[in-house]
């Protein structure tokens, strides 16, 4: 069993800075990829940024320059700092996984944290 556990979300000011945290536990042999996806009201799930198990990090346009996601392998933990935003960076955010575990592979989501930016 695998559990992706978030924390670090909240309501921020235009211009400010929140830092998202996902930890993975469980049953895991490796992380495969890891990054986080957000859902603002009436739209659909989008990916803001990922990183792959060899270092390589992918950002959805809207949050280059802005957004830097890192990763602690000891931890098996990713961290999404997320600087200058906007308000329309305001939607829930899910961490998301990859993970092979003993002879499979499967995807997991965590629960979801919600970021709010008042303009």
């Known amino acids: 069993q695998v559990q992706l556990v978030e924390s670090g979300g909240g309501l921020v000011q235009a211009g400010g800075s929140l830092r998202l945290s996902c930890a993975a536990s469980?049953?895991?042999?490796?992380?495969?990829?890891m990054g986080w996806y957000r859902q603002a009201p009436g739209k659909q799930r989008e990916l803001v940024a990922v990183?792959?198990?060899?270092?390589?990090?992918n950002y959805a346009d809207s949050v280059k320059g802005r957004f830097t996601l890192s990763r602690d392998n000891a931890k098996n933990t990713v961290y999404l700092q997320m600087n200058s935003l906007k308000p329309e960076d305001t939607a829930v955010y899910y961490c998301?996984?990859?993970?092979?575990?003993?002879?499979?592979?499967?995807?997991?989501w965590g629960q979801g944290t919600q970021v709010t930016v008042s303009s």
């Open positions: 998301n996984a990859i993970i092979t575990y003993g002879l499979r592979v499967g995807g997991y």
């Open positions: 469980g049953s895991i042999s490796s992380i495969n990829a």
């Open positions: 990183i792959t198990s060899g270092s390589s990090t």
